[in-house]
């Protein structure tokens, strides 16, 4: 994944605990990376393995590391980096949902290897929809429902993510009930 995941991973832990704390996750994921570049990719595994480090040191389930790096990838990375991008996405929750199909296509002409993630939308009504999630990664369920709850924050609505279907479970691929 390129570099800008993994620095953001660097800035959420800097700011909930301290430099001190993210550089003994380093060492205890075995990354000998000083700076993250935001634009050079680097293996998922080394993501994984930070995310990893961090739940082993902190005690935190890495599910929840995930689904906080989620909201902060939202309200922090994505709002203050690139916070056009994010206006085009939608001017309220559902809009953006509805757009969320597209919204990776937008963000590959800044980052030309970007593998993004695959989202569909069915089942919408006025106060729900469902949100299918396709990757060739995995593991990554939480961080979605992070982001989820980011948006709901972001445009200051309510909302409530479900899993209704997991690839854990056997599913072919993800599937969210969101409601607001
Ligand atoms: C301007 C805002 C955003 C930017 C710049 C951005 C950029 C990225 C980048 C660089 C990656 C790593 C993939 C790679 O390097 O190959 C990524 C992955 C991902 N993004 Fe975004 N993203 C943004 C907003 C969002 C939003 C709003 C969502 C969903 C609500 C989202 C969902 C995901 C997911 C689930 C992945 C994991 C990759 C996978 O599932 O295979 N992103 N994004």
Not at 61 to 85: C, D, M, N, Q, R
Not at 153 to 165: D, I, K, M, N, S
Request: glycine letters at 8%; a negative charge.
């Amino acid at each position: 994944m390129y570099g800008m995941v993994n620095k953001a991973i660097e800035e959420m832990i800097c700011r909930m605990h301290d430099e001190t704390t993210w550089e003994r996750v380093k060492a205890r994921a075995q990354v000998d990376v000083d700076v993250f570049i935001s634009n050079e990719t680097y293996p998922d595994e080394v993501t994984h393995r930070l995310v990893g480090a961090a739940s082993e040191l902190t005690g935190r389930p890495a599910a929840e590391i995930l689904e906080a790096f989620g909201e902060h990838w939202v309200l922090k990375t994505a709002t203050e980096g690139y916070g056009s991008l994010m206006e085009a996405g939608g001017k309220n929750l559902p809009d953006f949902l509805a757009n969320l199909p597209n919204f990776h296509s937008r963000v590959a002409m800044i980052f030309p290897q970007l593998l993004p993630p695959n989202f569909n939308v069915s089942d919408v009504t006025e106060r729900s929809l469902k949100l299918h999630y396709r990757t060739h990664r995995s593991g990554l369920a939480s961080f979605v429902v992070g982001l989820l709850r980011g948006l709901g924050r972001r445009f200051g609505t309510a909302v409530r993510v479900g899993l209704e279907q997991s690839r854990e479970n056997g599913a072919k691929h993800d599937v969210f009930l969101v409601e607001w």
